[in-house]
């Protein structure tokens, strides 16, 4: 266990569904993440919240759609996605401090749109 | 050219083996370095972590960083069918929170 809670872990959507994914940090930590993991390919980061500030948005779609309501709790809202966005979506927080630190991982949730 | 490369393998070794796994990069402000292992159906947990150039070892595991190749290395002895998993190396710089990731090595230890 890593003091990093996602869920639900699997979920299947159409395309026309809304859904949403929760991750919940145990951990003390003032960072969270959102990530994307694909078959073969590195993890790419989505969203940085900073002490409950977005920081960081890649070139993210718009039918993805994050919330960060406390430092412990990361929300990401699903709206008309594409098969393409099937994969693992990982949460991970850290604390940022002025030296760098490790991040920790959720269980991740492993989505699959048809 | 990637941040990050990294082999994706698979690697297949039998038991008792070294596994040696790596990384190079591209990026010269990198100065924070990780291994993060991942079994199926699992998150990414933190296997080693390693700041600057030099060696670091914990217990079967040692990480090495050449930070004047930008290269690095994982190094798994007496390997166990307990260390078939994804590794991951990841990366970051000074006062910086953003990791950037390998595509991650699938290995495979054979009983």
């Known amino acids: 266990e890593t003091g990093v809670t996602q869920t639900p872990r699997h979920l299947v959507m159409g395309m026309t569904n809304k859904k949403s994914l929760k991750c919940e940090q145990h951990?003390?930590?003032?960072?969270m993440y959102w990530y994307k993991q694909s078959a073969k390919k590195p993890l790419e980061l989505m969203f940085v919240?900073?002490?409950?500030?977005?920081?960081e948005n890649n070139s993210v779609p718009s039918r993805f759609s994050p919330e960060c309501p406390n430092s412990s709790h990361l929300f990401l809202h699903l709206h008309t996605l594409q098969p393409e966005d099937s994969a693992l979506y990982l949460c991970?927080?850290?604390?940022?401090?002025?030296?760098?630190?490790?991040?920790?991982f959720g269980q991740g949730t492993r989505l699959t749109v048809v | 050219q990637k941040e990050v490369e990294q082999d994706p393998g698979p690697l297949s070794v039998p038991e008792g083996a070294i596994v040696s796994l790596n990384c190079t990069y591209s990026?010269?402000?990198?100065?924070?370095f990780m291994w993060y292992r991942q079994y199926s159906r699992k998150g990414p947990e933190l296997l080693m972590y390693?700041?600057?150039?030099g060696n670091k070892e914990d217990g079967r595991f040692t990480a090495q960083v050449d930070k004047s190749s930008k290269y690095i290395s994982l190094f798994i002895r007496d390997s166990q069918p307990s260390d078939s998993a994804t590794y991951l190396c990841?990366?970051?710089?000074?006062?910086?929170?953003?990791?950037?990731f390998g595509a991650g090595t699938t290995v495979t230890v054979r009983a």
């Open positions: 991970a927080s850290t604390e940022v401090r002025g030296l760098n630190t490790e991040a920790f």
């Open positions: 951990l003390g930590h003032n960072a």
């Open positions: 919240y900073n002490f409950k500030e977005q920081t």
């Open positions: 990026n010269s402000a990198f100065q924070y």
């Open positions: 390693t700041y600057s150039s």
């Open positions: 990841a990366m970051s710089r000074s006062n910086d929170y953003k990791l950037s």
